[in-house]
Nanobody
């Protein structure tokens, strides 16, 4: 019913920027919630940011002020602009439909279990 495809990852030096894209297709793609998660090497998948169906945005503390989430409903795309990247940002980035927000401190969890294939982000020092 829903398909997600991430793109935009790559290799950057510390302090650099990347913009990730999540292409959404399938049912009800004209209005949707998009979440971005990261799985760092040897760590569990962690929710980073989410934009809800009404446009409200959420960020965990470690990315707030550096990452910006957005979407274009007409294009069926979600985005994650990542600035001032650091080596600890290295990991596979996934987008998903649906977020559950708890806290403070803000925590973001997936509530649907629908993921894209992921895109690798590597930040070198």
């Amino acid at each position: 019913q829903v398909q997600l495809v991430e793109s935009g990852g790559g290799l950057v030096h510390a302090g650099g920027s990347l913009r990730l894209t999540c292409k959404v297709s399938g049912s009800r793609s004209h209005i949707y919630t998009i979440g971005w998660f990261r799985q760092a090497p040897g760590k569990e998948r962690e929710g980073l940011s989410c934009i809800s169906y009404d446009g409200t945005t959420y960020y965990i503390d470690s990315v707030k002020g550096r990452f910006t989430i957005s979407r274009d409903k007409d294009k069926g795309e979600g985005y994650l602009q990542m600035n001032t990247l650091q080596p600890e940002d290295t990991g596979v980035y996934y987008c998903t439909m649906g977020c559950e927000i708890t806290g403070p401190p803000t925590k973001i969890e997936n509530d649907l279990g629908v993921w894209g294939q992921g895109t690798q982000v590597t930040v070198s020092s």
